[in-house]
């Protein structure tokens, strides 16, 4: 520490669902050590304890007001299991509607609200493209902007067809679900979902969904890119040539371990098929290391807290094991994050769209891996194109449904028991693990995407996604480090979902 060129950065991040302090050592200009550090204690499973069974499903979607679909999902499917209830296809193709709207809205207004907002950054003045920049992607006055912000808006509308409201609806009850869509609901939704699919091929791709999924690897992409003016000056188009230019193809690389629990049940005779012929899920559940996948067992799942502010226990923990006792040391420990350290197989692994594509076996974004690395480039690349990889489902799965046909079945008391409902909400792997005993809530856990890429060290003092992903970064300006940013915002933090926030000692504090 006793070297000049050494310097420490506590950088709480903005333009982030919930606060987060991001603290770096800055040697040579790079980083060399990362610390991520959620600001407050999250006690939404302790507030379920000794509470109705069903509880859970009112209050869980209030953990996050941009994902509470996925929670709601999760939710629903723990008590499925507790009960037994056999979930009839209509009401999973409901299920699946609303929680991939949620996915469309927040991949849109994450790309080009909250990550492309730092491409106007003023370390970027002197870039070719930073006016065309500023004209698409200044905060509340882009071009872009403005587009994205009515176009998402519109698609939520069909989670509140369907549900009553978004966010925090309830509608969602084992068993299947609690309305009952009539043709009208129906044709609503599919003007909207139809709507939406145009708007995205023309301003966000410049193609149809057909041609862009005909993008198999790099060099196609490179193809697809210079084919026509309206893939180079799409949205896509746009972000491919900019991030290069500011070198985001170069940051950002991990751990290199990805996980997926799987998402968007397959009903029975829907002609809806995933990409893993095993799976019973439109997005298969999976483990990854690089490429090399691995089959999902959620047995193989464990939260660490030996740097977390929570009491010992010794190692990590199966969430049906595992407690939220809370635990606030001072400064003499190594604790330092109200997160906890979730690992697969002892594993530190990210989440997100990314993952999703590698463990779907994605041809274009194993070929990026394999050929780049994780990189901040091709993680946000993966949230940008994951709607063209759910609208042709949508389309689909909309014309399936039946109004005459049950959207419910009668679901049997939730008896003693335990149960887990896993699924991929916007930012990633999702799961929610529930104990009743004598008609009431003993144990609720939860994991969330953020806690598995946002988390701390662990009992082996292993750092989690983000932060292993910081190691290397260079930092021009200490004064101005986006490249910090650049980093932590593709993997789309949501700490209200790992955290809650608090207003703590802010020296030295550069924003980004």
């Given at each position: 520490m006793n070297n000049p060129r050494t310097k420490i950065i506590n950088a709480p991040l903005n333009r982030v669902e919930g606060d987060l302090e991001i603290r770096v050592r800055l040697e040579d200009d790079r980083v060399s050590e990362a610390w991520s550090v959620g600001v407050m204690f999250r006690g939404i499973e302790n507030m379920l304890k000794n509470r109705g069974p069903l509880d859970g499903l009112v209050i869980t979607p209030r953990i996050c007001g941009i994902c509470s679909t996925a929670h709601l999902t999760a939710a629903a499917k723990a008590l499925d299991a507790i009960s037994g209830a056999k979930v009839p296809a209509n009401a999973i193709i409901v299920r699946n509607l609303a929680l991939m709207a949620e996915h469309l809205q927040s991949d849109m207004r994450h790309g080009f609200l909250m990550y492309t907002a730092d491409f106007v950054n003023s370390a970027y003045k002197k870039r070719s493209l930073y006016d065309e920049a500023v004209k698409r992607y200044e905060p509340f006055k882009g071009t872009t902007?403005?587009?994205?912000?009515?176009?998402?808006?519109?698609?939520?509308?069909?989670?509140?067809?369907?549900?009553?409201?978004?966010?925090?609806?309830?509608?969602?009850?084992?068993?299947?679900?609690?309305?009952?869509?009539?043709?009208?609901?129906?044709?609503?939704?599919?003007?909207?979902?139809?709507?939406?699919a145009s708007w995205y091929e023309k301003r966000i791709l410049g193609c149809s969904l057909q041609r862009w999924l005909n993008v198999q690897n790099c060099a196609d992409l490179d193809a697809w890119l210079d084919e026509s003016e309206s893939h180079h000056n799409s949205e896509l188009g746009f972000y491919i040539r900019y991030a290069r230019d500011i070198g985001l193809d170069n940051i950002g690389q991990g751990h290199a371990n990805f996980i997926s629990f799987g998402q968007l049940d397959l009903p029975e005779n829907s002609k809806v098929t995933g990409r893993s012929q095993n799976s019973h899920f439109l997005i298969p559940a999976g483990f990854a290391r690089n490429t090399e996948i691995e089959p999902f067992d959620q047995n193989k799942i464990f939260e660490h807290v030996a740097f977390s502010w929570y009491a010992d226990d010794n190692g990590g923990k199966h969430p049906f094991s595992g407690k939220t006792n809370p635990y606030a040391t001072g400064e003499e420990s190594e604790k330092y994050s109200w997160t906890k350290a979730p690992r697969y197989d002892g594993a530190p692994a990210e989440t997100g769209p990314l993952a999703e594509m590698?463990?779907?076996?994605?041809?274009?974004?194993?070929?990026?891996?394999?050929?780049?690395?994780?990189?901040?480039?091709?993680?946000?690349?993966?949230?940008?194109?994951?709607?063209?990889?759910?609208?042709?489902?949508?389309?689909?799965?909309?014309?399936?449904?039946?109004?005459?046909?049950?959207?419910?079945?009668?679901?049997?008391?939730?008896?003693?028991?335990?149960?887990?409902?896993?699924?991929?909400?916007?930012?990633?792997?999702?799961?929610?693990?529930?104990?009743?005993?004598?008609?009431?809530?003993?144990?609720?856990?939860?994991?969330?995407?953020?806690?598995?890429?946002?988390?701390?060290?662990?009992?082996?003092?292993?750092?989690?996604?983000?932060?292993?992903?910081?190691?290397?970064?260079?930092?021009?300006?200490?004064?101005?480090?986006?490249?910090?940013?650049?980093?932590?915002?593709?993997?789309?933090?949501?700490?209200?979902?790992?955290?809650?926030?608090?207003?703590?000692?802010?020296?030295?504090?550069?924003?980004?």
């Amino acid at each position: 520490m006793n070297n000049p060129r050494t310097k420490i950065i506590n950088a709480p991040l903005n333009r982030v669902e919930g606060d987060l302090e991001i603290r770096v050592r800055l040697e040579d200009d790079r980083v060399s050590e990362a610390w991520s550090v959620g600001v407050m204690f999250r006690g939404i499973e302790n507030m379920l304890k000794n509470r109705g069974p069903l509880d859970g499903l009112v209050i869980t979607p209030r953990i996050c007001g941009i994902c509470s679909t996925a929670h709601l999902t999760a939710a629903a499917k723990a008590l499925d299991a507790i009960s037994g209830a056999k979930v009839p296809a209509n009401a999973i193709i409901v299920r699946n509607l609303a929680l991939m709207a949620e996915h469309l809205q927040s991949d849109m207004r994450h790309g080009f609200l909250m990550y492309t907002a730092d491409f106007v950054n003023s370390a970027y003045k002197k870039r070719s493209l930073y006016d065309e920049a500023v004209k698409r992607y200044e905060p509340f006055k882009g071009t872009t902007v403005i587009d994205v912000i009515k176009h998402t808006k519109e698609i939520l509308e069909t989670v509140a067809i369907f549900g009553g409201q978004w966010p925090h609806s309830s509608y969602m009850v084992p068993g299947g679900i609690a309305s009952n869509p009539k043709m009208n609901d129906i044709m609503q939704c599919k003007y909207l979902i139809d709507k939406f699919a145009s708007w995205y091929e023309k301003r966000i791709l410049g193609c149809s969904l057909q041609r862009w999924l005909n993008v198999q690897n790099c060099a196609d992409l490179d193809a697809w890119l210079d084919e026509s003016e309206s893939h180079h000056n799409s949205e896509l188009g746009f972000y491919i040539r900019y991030a290069r230019d500011i070198g985001l193809d170069n940051i950002g690389q991990g751990h290199a371990n990805f996980i997926s629990f799987g998402q968007l049940d397959l009903p029975e005779n829907s002609k809806v098929t995933g990409r893993s012929q095993n799976s019973h899920f439109l997005i298969p559940a999976g483990f990854a290391r690089n490429t090399e996948i691995e089959p999902f067992d959620q047995n193989k799942i464990f939260e660490h807290v030996a740097f977390s502010w929570y009491a010992d226990d010794n190692g990590g923990k199966h969430p049906f094991s595992g407690k939220t006792n809370p635990y606030a040391t001072g400064e003499e420990s190594e604790k330092y994050s109200w997160t906890k350290a979730p690992r697969y197989d002892g594993a530190p692994a990210e989440t997100g769209p990314l993952a999703e594509m590698i463990i779907s076996q994605h041809p274009l974004f194993t070929d990026l891996v394999n050929t780049m690395g994780s990189s901040a480039f091709v993680r946000e690349l993966a949230r940008l194109t994951r709607p063209a990889e759910l609208i042709p489902a949508m389309k689909q799965w909309i014309m399936e449904l039946e109004p005459k046909e049950k959207f419910y079945s009668h679901s049997p008391n939730i008896t003693d028991g335990e149960g887990f409902g896993l699924t991929q909400a916007s930012r990633g792997a999702l799961g929610h693990w529930v104990s009743i005993s004598d008609k009431k809530i003993v144990h609720y856990q939860i994991i969330t995407p953020t806690a598995w890429n946002g988390s701390p060290r662990d009992a082996d003092s292993i750092r989690g996604p983000w932060e292993e992903a910081l190691i290397h970064t260079p930092v021009k300006d200490s004064e101005n480090p986006v490249e910090i940013g650049h980093v932590i915002r593709s993997f789309d933090p949501c700490l209200v979902c790992a955290v809650h926030a608090i207003q703590g000692k802010k020296e030295n504090i550069w924003k980004i």
